[in-house]
Protein backbone atom coordinates (compact mmCIF):
# COMPACT_ATOMS: atom_id res chain seq x y z
CA UNK A 1 0.00 0.00 0.00
CA UNK A 2 1.33 3.41 -1.23
CA UNK A 3 1.77 6.06 1.22
CA UNK A 4 1.71 9.67 -0.68
CA UNK A 5 3.58 12.80 1.54
CA UNK A 6 3.25 16.00 -0.07
CA UNK A 7 5.81 19.29 0.83
CA UNK A 8 6.77 22.27 0.04
CA UNK A 9 3.68 24.72 0.49
CA UNK A 10 3.32 27.78 2.01
CA UNK A 11 2.60 31.84 2.09
CA UNK A 12 3.73 33.53 -1.09
CA UNK A 13 2.87 36.52 -2.42
CA UNK A 14 1.28 37.22 -5.39
CA UNK A 15 3.29 36.48 -8.22
CA UNK A 16 5.72 34.50 -6.75
CA UNK A 17 7.06 30.73 -7.26
CA UNK A 18 6.73 27.61 -5.11
CA UNK A 19 7.48 23.68 -6.24
CA UNK A 20 5.92 20.94 -4.33
CA UNK A 21 7.10 17.51 -3.53
CA UNK A 22 5.00 14.30 -3.10
CA UNK A 23 7.12 11.47 -2.17
CA UNK A 24 6.23 7.83 -2.13
CA UNK A 25 6.76 5.11 0.06
CA UNK A 26 5.77 1.13 -0.16
CA UNK A 27 5.41 0.90 -4.05
CA UNK A 28 7.46 2.08 -6.56
CA UNK A 29 5.20 5.05 -8.99
CA UNK A 30 7.35 4.57 -12.19
CA UNK A 31 4.47 2.71 -13.89
CA UNK A 32 1.54 5.00 -12.64
CA UNK A 33 -0.06 8.00 -13.49
CA UNK A 34 0.51 10.75 -10.91
CA UNK A 35 -1.63 13.55 -10.50
CA UNK A 36 -1.83 17.43 -8.30
CA UNK A 37 -5.19 17.98 -7.02
CA UNK A 38 -6.58 20.79 -5.48
CA UNK A 39 -9.12 21.57 -3.08
CA UNK A 40 -10.56 24.80 -1.63
CA UNK A 41 -13.02 24.72 1.29
CA UNK A 42 -16.78 23.57 0.14
CA UNK A 43 -16.02 22.97 -3.18
CA UNK A 44 -14.87 19.93 -5.22
CA UNK A 45 -10.93 19.00 -5.44
CA UNK A 46 -9.72 20.21 -8.83
CA UNK A 47 -7.63 18.43 -10.76
CA UNK A 48 -4.65 20.29 -12.39
CA UNK A 49 -2.10 18.43 -13.57
CA UNK A 50 -0.93 14.85 -14.11
CA UNK A 51 1.68 13.10 -15.63
CA UNK A 52 1.71 9.71 -17.13
CA UNK A 53 4.52 6.83 -16.92
CA UNK A 54 6.08 8.09 -20.01
CA UNK A 55 6.69 11.26 -18.94
CA UNK A 56 3.66 12.94 -20.71
CA UNK A 57 1.68 15.68 -18.86
CA UNK A 58 -1.31 17.21 -19.29
CA UNK A 59 -2.83 20.48 -17.29
CA UNK A 60 -5.99 22.09 -15.97
CA UNK A 61 -6.69 25.53 -18.37
CA UNK A 62 -6.22 27.46 -15.08
CA UNK A 63 -3.00 27.01 -14.41
CA UNK A 64 -1.42 25.79 -18.23
CA UNK A 65 1.42 27.96 -18.79
CA UNK A 66 2.28 28.66 -14.81
CA UNK A 67 2.14 25.21 -13.63
CA UNK A 68 4.79 22.27 -14.79
CA UNK A 69 4.65 18.69 -12.96
CA UNK A 70 7.62 16.23 -13.25
CA UNK A 71 8.62 12.92 -11.72
CA UNK A 72 11.93 11.47 -10.74
CA UNK A 73 11.14 7.92 -10.56
CA UNK A 74 14.90 7.65 -9.03
CA UNK A 75 13.52 8.77 -6.16
CA UNK A 76 10.05 8.06 -6.32
CA UNK A 77 8.94 11.17 -6.27
CA UNK A 78 6.53 13.76 -8.07
CA UNK A 79 7.09 17.94 -8.34
CA UNK A 80 4.37 20.46 -9.08
CA UNK A 81 6.46 24.08 -9.95
CA UNK A 82 4.34 26.53 -9.50
CA UNK A 83 5.02 30.32 -11.07
CA UNK A 84 3.31 33.38 -11.37
CA UNK A 85 0.95 31.81 -8.45
CA UNK A 86 -2.61 34.07 -8.16
CA UNK A 87 -5.03 34.57 -5.11
CA UNK A 88 -6.99 32.09 -6.98
CA UNK A 89 -4.50 29.27 -6.10
CA UNK A 90 -4.65 29.24 -2.52
CA UNK A 91 -5.64 25.74 -1.58
CA UNK A 92 -5.02 22.86 -0.44
CA UNK A 93 -3.02 20.63 -2.47
CA UNK A 94 -2.95 16.97 -2.98
CA UNK A 95 -0.65 14.52 -5.43
CA UNK A 96 -2.65 10.85 -5.83
CA UNK A 97 -1.20 7.63 -7.46
CA UNK A 98 -3.74 6.64 -10.33
CA UNK A 99 -6.47 8.48 -8.10
CA UNK A 100 -6.72 5.69 -5.64
CA UNK A 101 -4.10 6.97 -3.18
CA UNK A 102 -4.03 10.44 -1.95
CA UNK A 103 -1.54 11.79 0.64
CA UNK A 104 -2.88 14.24 3.13
CA UNK A 105 -1.84 17.70 0.86
CA UNK A 106 0.18 20.71 1.74
CA UNK A 107 -1.37 24.11 2.12
CA UNK A 108 -0.21 26.69 -0.49
CA UNK A 109 -1.87 30.67 0.20
CA UNK A 110 -0.98 33.41 -2.07
CA UNK A 111 -1.56 36.92 -0.89
Given at each position: HVQLVESGGGSVQAGGSLRLSCVASGDTIGRYCMGWFRQIPDKEREGIAGIESDG????????????????????????????????????????????????????????
Open positions: STSYADSVKGRFTMSRDNTKNEVYLQMTSLKSDDTALYYCTKSFASWGQGTQVTVS
